[in-house]
């Protein structure tokens, strides 16, 4: 320990890259991608905070991106967004990236689905969502 800080560089998003790390601070994770797929505009896959020695851990992209740890763990990205997990701060690990999320938007109604997607429809499309297995068939 040489008196520093240490930070590490938060993770990129979908839509922006993260924020480097300095000597006195850790790097903000990247923004995540707003996506018209859903019936009402959703940010998703935002970037991990990253995560320092002696001082606070970075804040997470919008979208789901976990905070960077400090004396804790990295914190988790947000489960269905695709968000990363922020930053350990080298005695502790990262949290683990958010699951994931499969969006679709169509002009028609699907035929049939598995799985249990959340459907909805508005101004002439119809929304599925799957967040665990599943399958679409137009």
């Not at 990295?74 to 997990?85: P, S």
């Amino acid at each position: 320990y040489l008196g520093g800080v240490y930070g590490t560089g938060g993770g990129g998003g979908a839509g922006a890259a993260g924020q480097d790390g300095t000597s006195s601070a850790a790097g903000a994770g990247g923004a995540g991608k707003t996506t018209t797929a859903k019936s009402s505009n959703t940010t998703l896959g935002g970037g991990g905070g990253g995560g320092a020695y002696t001082t606070s851990g970075a804040a997470g992209g919008s979208g789901g991106g976990g905070a960077g740890g400090t004396t804790l763990n990295g914190t988790a990205g947000t489960a269905n967004t695709g968000g990363g997990g922020g930053g350990g701060n080298g005695a502790n690990p990262g949290g683990a990236g958010g699951s994931g999320i499969v969006l679709i938007k169509a002009p028609q109604a699907a035929s049939s689905t598995t799985g249990s997607p959340t459907t909805s429809s508005s101004g002439g499309y119809y929304y599925y969502e799957f967040t665990g297995s599943g399958s679409i068939t137009f």
